[in-house]
Every structure is written in C-alpha cells, then in structure tokens.
C-alpha cells in the first residue's frame, strides 16, 4: 500500500472540517461508541472500505501549523489489535518555519471524531501518546542552531565574569603589598652583586595540592619579597618567601588548572590563565578581578609586554596567538573602529572615543587588539626581545626531516611573520629565557639540552656552545639566567637543579632539590644567590 504527503499550504480549516464530517457521518458515530481502541477504530471489518482521514496539528506559538495524513492499516489488522497506529501517520509541514517546533509544543486535533448531538470536536494532544512521539525529531537550521550556540557561551561567559574570586587572606593586605622586608632594604640602593650557587634550604613550603607549574618572583623591587605561585590544583598563591616562608593569598578564580601566571609591573596585580580558557587579572590586595574574559582555547601561556602593562599576550592549544588590550572594551570596538591597526601607544584621549576609554577604565572586558596566526596546534611559550618589538614563539610543530616553525620570529605591531627557521632540529621547546645584559636567548629543548641562540635577526644558533646534562622527558621544565648573566639554571625530570657556567657552559653545581620532578628554578631579582624552585609534587622551596 502505497502513502501519499499531503501538505495544506492555503486551504480552509473550517472547509476541510465539513468536508470530514460529510464523509460518512453514521460510520464515524459507530466507531465512537463501539470501542476506545483506536486500533480497532481503523479496523478493516468496521470501516468497510478505504478512507483517508486528515489530522491536524497545531502549535502554541503564533503562525505556525503542520498537517499528518493518517492512511488505513493493512488488512491483516484484527478487530481487537492494540498496535500503535503511529508508523502509519506522515507529518507534512505546511511551512519551512514550522520546523523549528519543539516535539512537546505539538498539539494534534482529531477532526474525524465528532459527539452525537454536539457538533464539539476532541482534542488529542501528542503529549498524551508517548508512542507517538517515538522516532519524531524537529529538524533545526543551522542559522538557529549557531544563534543558540552563541547564547549558550555568552550564558557562561556572564556566569564567569560576574562571580567574584574566592580569596582567602591569611594576613591582612597592607602589610602583603606595601611591606619592604628588612633582608632587601640594604640591597636597594646598591648595585646587583656577584651571583653565587645556593646550598642551603631555608623554606620548605608545601600547601599546594598539585604540581606546581609556574613561579615568579615580584616584579617591584621594593617588594620582590613576594612569590607568586601556579598550581595544577586550580589556585593561585603569593608567599613571604624571604622573612617567614608562609602564604599570604590563595586565590582560586579557575575552575580548573592554572597552567601560567605574572605579576603586573606595578606589582599589584596577578594574570593568570589555565586548562578552564578563561583569562583573570586579580588585584593582590582585595581579591577583585579587574578583567576576566573567557578565550576559544586552552591557555598554556601569557606574558605583559615589556613597555606597557595594559598589553599582554596568550598562547595554547590553538594555531593563534592573541594580544589583549585591558584599556578598550568590548563596548568601544563600533567607537574605535578596527581595533586590529590601533598602534600600540595610540593618542586617542582627545577624541570621543578617548573620553569614553576614559570613562570605562573599570570596564572587565579586554579587547583582542591583533592575532598571530601560524601553522601549528599549541603554542608552548612566548618571549619578548629587547623593547618589545619582537617576540618568540615555541610551538609543538615538528616535521618528519627538520622541526620547522619550532620557534617563530614575529614583529609585535604588524602582526607579520619574520622567521620561523630558527631552530632545524627535531626537538619541540617548552620553555624560553633572555639574557639579561647580553644580546642572546636560550631555548629549552626536549633533546635533554639547552640551545643558544642570537636574539638579533637573523636569530643564528650557536653551534658551538650548548648546554647538557640535565633531563627533559617530556617535562614543561623552565630555564632562567641569574641577574648578572653569569649562571644559567634549570631544572631536571630527575628532581634536580643543574646550575651552568654561561660563557664555558661547563656544570658548575648540581642541586638535589626535589624528589620529583623539578619544573621552574628562579633567582631573586634582589638578593644575590636566593633561588626558588618547584617541582611537580607541589612542593616549592627556598636555597641560599
């Protein structure tokens, strides 16, 4: 038996009512009062002959309709068969827009049934049959669906910027910020002593929960005593890492890890990104999240720029890395135009935009200002050259004959690849440091060494001096020169710190700090031969 699709586009549905109830009213009746089975309502031996028998469906909603045909079952069907009658109904939709109804908004109109002496129609609801709704999926465009999708993220969005950073003050924040502990003062009117390689532990602080990926001493000298601490665990902590060792501030604004994180250069706030792509700038003191502002990936990296501390950038699990601007908001990009050629320090206070830029400086919403786009899947870390102009990147792309685009050259401002044959051998960079007086970098490598490089174009290695010893094995470990630039340090997957001669490249001490793996080693900015480290057991400890 052969099912048609009927679609009624323009018809009356008062005509086609009649047109129902004329179609043989007596037998319809009949029905009625022999049985409340639908299936034996349609029973070959009671309807006698073939008929069509039309439903209607309706909708809540303004405008919208559809229309089912319901055929007679085959003949095998017997008087008392309780089947579901459903698989035998086609829907046909009087209009494109029709399918984006919801299943639940369906409402079916049985107009074949009619009350002796009434002249009423019943009313089924689809809701009333769960049978019925087996198998019935509203299609919904794509338009639609991107518009729902959008809604969604701007939701979570919303929820992750209006909730504020759960901040537990251990000790209250004026003396956190505005101390100047007695160990730096005499360093800081005089100048940056001889490096020397520590021996001795003073602090062993372990209230992180997780490994520790990220360290950083505080930027302002007058309170370098600060440590700023990344964890796995989800939080942020600030340490006295030079008077007592104990914590100052856990801030727990992720929701899952923090994978980077860096003092401000005023020394008062926090950036912070992790694995929940949501980026965070924290003020020390209060707790508050100046900014907070959800990415399109995974953030594995971040930085400030060197000269203006309203810029930073972030990389990750993604082929783009972005800058952001915390000065213009969301809100000032139809003001300000295309904010993808604003120069970096652009005199806009005269304008109209400039006084809205003015009168929205408590605005949290950051604006991508320019995206650095390469051919690979994860950005590993960034390092900005001397000024600010050009910055590296370090990226997992690594080809089968040579690891081309390993480490990219870019300039800042035009956004515009400037080399990405740096580094030709097949060993991915997890972590990048400069050297502080002279005109070189080094780059960590997963070949167990450490590579030197020029940090003038054309950014040659050098191939005579490389720096080995230590262990990698797969390990985000951190290398970083000493102040004076004369000791190169870094950590090892064995738990220990490997302290290098920077001009011979020969070990000069080897340190067993850590039981696990030891992922970040730092100097003091201040206080000649104060290391800290980490490891990834969550443990950070302090050397002299």
Known sequence: MSSSLVAYDDSDPEAETEKAEDLGGSRQASLLSSSANPAQHFAPGILGTKSTYETQLTENTENFGMSIVCEDPPEHYALNNNSDLTSYCRRAYSSPTALCMPNKSYEQTLSSSRNSGSGAFQKRTLRDNPAALEGIRPYIPKRLRQENS?????????????????????????????????????????????????????????????PVNAIQWCTVREQSHMLLSASMDKTIKVWDAVDTGSCLRTFSCHSCAVRAAQWSSCGRRILSGGFDSVLHLTDVETGKQIISSKTEFRISTLKFHPSDSNVFICGGFSPEVKTWD??????????LGAVATIPLHAEI?????????????????????????????????????????????????????????????????????????????????????????????????????????????????????????????????????????????????????FFYNYHTSRIVRTLSAHREACVSAVFHPVLPSLLATSDWAGEIKIWQ
Not at 158 to 182: A, F, H, N, W, Y
Not at 326 to 335: E, G
């Open 150 to 210: 959008r809604a969604c993220e701007k939701r979570e969005l919303d929820q992750s910027e209006s909730s504020s950073c759960d901040v537990k003050l251990d000790v209250p924040g004026e003396q956190t910020v505005r101390k100047i502990s007695e160990l730096i003062k005499p360093y800081l009117g005089s100048r940056y002593k001889l490096t020397e390689v520590p021996k001795s532990l003073i602090f062993h602080m372990s209230k992180h929960n997780g």
């Open 326 to 335: 915390i000065r213009i908001s969301k809100s000032l990009r139809k003001t």
């Open 349 to 497: 206070t005269g304008s109209r935009a400039g006084r809205d830029l003015r009168r929205s400086s408590s605005v949290s919403h950051p604006t991508v200002t320019r995206v650095y786009k390469a051919a690979v899947q994860q950005t590993l870390d960034i390092l900005f050259l001397p000024e600010g102009k050009e910055f590296l990147t370090s990226t997992d792309a690594v080809s089968r004959d040579s690891a081309d685009r390993t480490i990219i050259a870019w300039d800042f401002q035009s956004a515009a690849k400037i080399s990405n044959q740096i580094f030709h051998e097949r060993y991915t960079c997890p972590s990048l440091a400069l050297h502080p007086r002279e005109s070189v970098f080094v780059a960590q490598t997963n070949g167990n060494y450490v590579a030197l490089f020029s940090s003038q174009r054309p950014y040659r290695i050098n191939k005579k001096k490389r720096y080995e010893g230590h262990k990698v094995e797969g390990f985000a470990v951190g290398c970083e020169f000493s102040p004076d630039g004369t000791l190169l340090v870094t950590g090892s997957s064995d738990g220990k710190v």
